[in-house]
C-alpha cells in the first residue's frame, strides 16, 4: 500500500473464508522491466499441466528493496530456485493504475506468463479483473484480494496468512525484554487487520506481564515517513522502550528507533540489518511457501478453472505462511525460550490467541469468558476495537 492508494479496504485485510490447503513449487530468474504494451492477444502456450518450462510474473507496488511489504514478496520470489521448468518475470514501483493492466499485459504477451502474482491490494479492482477476463487461461492470484464465487472470473484467485500469530510471539519477545512496561505501536489505519496485529502483539505481552501497555499511534496512511519518524519519537519521548509498527515499509520506525537507543520489532521482512544492537525479532511473512505450493500445484495439472486449486488459500505458522525474524542479541534466553513454546503451540493448534474472557480498552467484553475465536473466525475479520492494555482509540 501506498499514498496512491484508492479508498479500498486494505490489501492486506483477511479475506472470509477457510483456510484451503494443497501440495505446490517454482524456480525463478531475475527479470527486470517489460516491453511497450501490444494489443490484447490469445493466452500463452504453456500449458501448465505440460512439461514445457512455465513462466510465472510478480509485480510490486514499491521497490524490491524496501524492507517491507514489497521486499517480502520479492524474497519469496528469490526462494524458488529449486524447480525445473519454472521461469520467473518480474516488475517493480508499477503503481495502481491501469499501468498495472499494461504491465500484466505485457508479460503475457511477451513473455508467455501463464500465472501472474500482481501483489499490491489495489491491482485487484478494477485492474485484475479487468484482464483476467481478456485472458481466461491465465492463472491470476492476488495478496488479499476479496474473492467472490460467482461473481469474480474463475481464473483469480487469493492468498493470505495469519501474520498476527507472529505478531503474538514478537509480542511475547517485548515484554520480556522492555523494563519500562511500555510498548509502542506505529500503525498506518485502525482497520481491523491492522488493528488484529496491534492486538495480538499486546495478548502476547500481557501473557507475560499482565500489566504491560501498548500505546498506538495511526499516521493515516501506508507510507509517511515523516509521520512515522515523528510518532515513534513521540513513543520514545513517552516513556516507550519497545516498538514496533504495521507499515508499508518499517525502515524508518526501526532505524529511529535504533537511534534513539530503544529496542524494535519489525514486520513484513527482516530489518535487523538496520537496527544490530535494539533489533529483537519480527513478524515476518514466508511467501516461499505459498508459491512453492501454487506452482507445484499447477506443473500436477491442477488450476483455478478445474478447482484444483482452491480460489481462497490461507494460512498460519503450522502452515508455513509466518515467521518471526532472528532473535537479536538483546533477547534473553528466557524470552526465546517463552517464544518458542508459544510458536509450538501455534503450530500444533493448542493456542487459541483470542480465548475469553477479553475485554477491550475501555471495559466492554468483546469475546466473552468460555469462547474461542479461531483464525477464521468471522468476528476476526470485523474487529473493530482495541484489547486492553492498549492506549489509543479506533477513530
Known amino acids: 500500500m501506498n499514498t496512491r492508494r484508492s479508498p479500498q479496504p486494505s490489501r492486506r485485510q ?21 516491453a511497450p504494451t501490444p494489443a490484447p492477444t490469445s493466452s500463452p502456450a504453456n500449458s501448465a499441466a505440460s512439461a514445457s518450462p512455465l513462466t510465472i510474473g510478480y509485480i510490486y507496488v ?7 511489504y514489497n521486499q517480502a ?12 521448468n519454472a521461469t520467473t518475470v518480474d516488475q517493480a514501483s508499477v503503481p495502481e493504475t491501469v499501468e498495472v493492466q499494461e504491465v500484466m ?4 504477451d511477451q513473455n508467455q506468463a501463464a500465472v501472474l502474482f500482481p501483489t499490491s491490494f489495489g491491482y485487484f479492482d478494477p485492474h485484475i479483473l479487468k484482464v483476467a477476463g481478456d485472458f481466461p487461461e491465465v492463472q491470476f492470484f492476488h495478496c488479499g484480494g476479496l474473492y467472490e464465487e460467482g461473481k469474480h472470473p474463475k481464473n483469480v484467485g487469493s492468498y493470505f496468512g495469519y501474520i498476527d500469530e507472529a505478531q503474538y ?20 489505519k485502525p482497520i481491523s487487520q491492522v488493528l488484529r496485529n496491534v492486538n495480538s502483539f499486546t495478548l502476547g505481552a500481557r501473557s507475560v506481564k499482565p500489566s504491560i501497555t501498548t500505546q498506538v499511534v495511526f499516521t493515516g496512511d501506508w507510507a509517511l515517513p515523516v509521520k512515522e519518524a515523528e510518532a515513534t519519537n513521540s513513543l520514545v519521548d513517552q516513556g516507550v522502550d519497545v516498538i514496533t509498527c504495521h507499515v508499508d515499509s518499517p525502515k524508518v520506525v526501526i532505524e529511529t ?12 521482512a527482516n530489518q535487523s540489518v538496520l537496527a544490530p544492537k535494539g533489533y529483537l525479532t519480527g513478524a515476518e511473512w514466508n511467501w516461499t511457501t505459498v508459491y512453492t505450493e501454487v506452482i507445484q500445484s499447477i506443473q500436477a495439472g491442477k488450476t483455478l478453472m478445474n478447482g484444483g486449486i482452491p480460489h481462497l488459500l490461507r494460512g498460519g505458522y503450522k502452515d508455513g505462511f509466518v515467521k518471526i525474524s532472528d532473535y537479536g542479541p538483546a ?6 525460550q517463552a517464544a518458542d513454546a ?30 474461542e475465536l479461531g483464525q477464521r473466525a468471522i468476528e476476526l475479520e470485523s474487529m473493530a476495537w482495541l484489547v486492553e492494555g492498549v492506549i489509543g482509540k479506533v477513530k
Open 14 to 34: 483477511i479475506i472470509r473464508g477457510l483456510l484451503a490447503t494443497g501440495a505446490f513449487g517454482a524456480t525463478s530468474r531475475l527479470w527486470t522491466g517489460c
Open 62 to 68: 514499491g521497490p524490491k528493496d524496501d524492507y517491507g
Open 73 to 84: 514478496h520479492f524474497l519469496g520470489k528469490e526462494g524458488l530456485k529449486s524447480l525445473a
Open 105 to 108: 499485459r505485457n508479460m503475457i
Open 169 to 188: 510471539v514478537a509480542g511475547i519477545v517485548a515484554a520480556y525484554t522492555s523494563k519500562l512496561g511500555k510498548l509502542g505501536f506505529v500503525a498506518a
Open 257 to 268: 528507533a535504533e537511534k534513539r537507543g530503544v529496542y524494535s520489532s519489525g514486520y513484513h
Open 331 to 336: 533477547v534473553s534466553a528466557e524470552a526465546k
Open 342 to 371: 508459544a510458536k509450538a503451540k501455534l503450530q500444533d493448534g493448542s493456542l487459541v490467541i483470542y480465548k475469553g474472557e477479553i475485554k477491550d480498552n475501555t471495559g466492554k467484553t468483546v469475546v466473552p469468558a468460555g469462547k
